[in-house]
Structure formats: structure tokens, C-alpha cells
């Protein structure tokens, strides 16, 4: 499991999700506040305040909530890795977990992200939702072609084809057999795994160009443009974005 990003605090008026596509990784937000609604292929509903839950990896869903009552949440963005989540998950916090979700709020904001103490607390937080078994792991076969691609998505040179070819598949029906088994292709899977990296890496203040470089964008503009798609606001506003009142 990877922690990707984080934070605490009321969203703005204008926030909301839509993953036309399967995300690749999964926000976890423990709801204090709001009017939240959840949408999926399966339902439409309500969610309910203090109540923790795992929004899928690899099923398409949006979540909006009331403008004039924003969420106010504590929110993570995990990638678990092998394990995928296809549908939401829902916990109901007993004492332990509870206090576990209070010390996590409490730290960060008293702003000590960094320390041993709070990175003890996410790694608690990370065995609490792994231990509840409501996950599952892709077969041996594409699990990997899945750490194939894990380890060359940053390269300029990475293609579908190259990949397709080093598992001895034709182009068109590796396209179809990942679709088939991950509910989406392996370019969107790709350029799930470039955004993920390139938020983590806008968080921790490093400049757009050196993102797109990072991630296997040869142009920051072309980078820049995927980046506005996927997420609906350009890099260089998803820090103010996603950190209200920072």
C-alpha cells in the first residue's frame, strides 16, 4: 500500500469526483460533515456522517455533495496494490477505530504529517482496512503483466505494444483481455498510474515541468492537458484544490 495524498478540512463549493474510468486507487474518507452523494454503475445514495469508507479502485463512480454543506472529511488516497476494491465499502468506526481516526485528525492538523507518530497512525489505519478481507487480487497471470507495466509506465519509450509483445499477445487482444479483467484499457491504466505519481509529487512542491518529465510526459504541455482531463483543474491549482484554507 502507497499513500498518495491526504488532508483534512471542508471542501469547496465547486469540489466533486466523477472517474468516468476506473481510478487505479482508492480515496478513503472518513465523513465529519456535509451532504454527500455516491453514484455507481449499481446505486445512487446517501452517505453518512462518521462513518469511514473505501471508494473502489476499479469501478467508475462519482461523488458530489451539497454546495450550500460542503464534506468535511479526513481523506486519504491509497494504492493498494495488488489488492483491487470494486465496490464501495462501508465501516461503522467502534472505539479503537474511532480513536484511531481522531488521532489522525489531530495530528495533522497540528501540521505533523512528517512525524514517526503520524506515519505509526496511517500504517494503522492501512492494517485496519487490509485486515477487513473485502478486496481481491488479480490472477497470477495479469498480476504480472500489472508489476510489468508497473516498472516501465515512467518511460518515455513505454508503448502497449512493446508490452503486448513481451507477453506474447497481439495488441488487439491484450487490449481486450485487460479491459475485460480490469473495467478498463491499458492506456488508462497507465495514465491512471502518471496522475497518481504526479500528485504525489505536486504535494510535495515539485515543479510541473520536473512532474512531466518524471512521469513520462516528453512536453509539459501534453502532461498538462492529461492532467486537466483526468482531473478537471490544471497541475498547478490541485495543491490549492484539494488543501482548503492552505
Known amino acids: 500500500m502507497i499513500l498518495q ?6 471542501l469547496g463549493k465547486d469540489w466533486h469526483v466523477q472517474e468516468s474510468c476506473s481510478a487505479g486507487f482508492c480515496r478513503v474518507y472518513f465523513l465529519k460533515g456535509g451532504s454527500i452523494t455516491y453514484s455507481d454503475m449499481q446505486q445512487t445514495r446517501l452517505l453518512d456522517i462518521g462513518k469511514l469508507y473505501v471508494f473502489p479502485s476499479h469501478t467508475p463512480y462519482s461523488i458530489n455533495h451539497t454546495p450550500e454543506n460542503p464534506l468535511c472529511c479526513l481523506w486519504y488516497h491509497f494504492d493498494l496494490f495488488p489488492v483491487v476494491v470494486d465496490k464501495l465499502i462501508e465501516f461503522t ?11 489522525l485528525i489531530a495530528e495533522l492538523q497540528e501540521g505533523h504529517e512528517h512525524s514517526n507518530f503520524y506515519i505509526s497512525l496511517v500504517q494503522a489505519l492501512e ?9 481481491s487480487v488479480p490472477d497470477p497471470a495479469l498480476l504480472e503483466i500489472l508489476r510489468a507495466i508497473r516498472a516501465s509506465y515512467t518511460d518515455h519509450s513505454f508503448s ?9 499477445y497481439s495488441t488487439e487482444h491484450f487490449i481486450r483481455s485487460f479491459k475485460r479483467s480490469m473495467n478498463i484499457t491499458p492506456y488508462q491504466y497507465v495514465t491512471g498510474l502518471r496522475m497518481a505519481e504526479a500528485v504525489r509529487m505536486l504535494m510535495d512542491g515539485i515543479p510541473v515541468g520536473q512532474i512531466a518529465e518524471a512521469v513520462g510526459y516528453s512536453e509539459s504541455k501534453v502532461f498538462a492537458r492529461a492532467f486537466t482531463e483526468r482531473y478537471g483543474i490544471p497541475p498547478s491549482r490541485y495543491r490549492e484544490y484539494y488543501h482548503p484554507g492552505a
Not at 495524498?5 to 471542508?10: D, L, R
Not at 502497449?160 to 506474447?168: E, K, L, Q, W
Open 5 to 10: 495524498t491526504q488532508g483534512y478540512g471542508t
Open 160 to 168: 502497449v505494444d512493446h508490452i503486448s509483445a513481451a507477453f506474447g
Open 93 to 103: 468506526p467502534d472505539r479503537a477505530l474511532s480513536a484511531l481516526l481522531d488521532a
Open 127 to 135: 492494517s485496519y482496512i487490509l485486515e477487513q478481507g473485502a478486496f
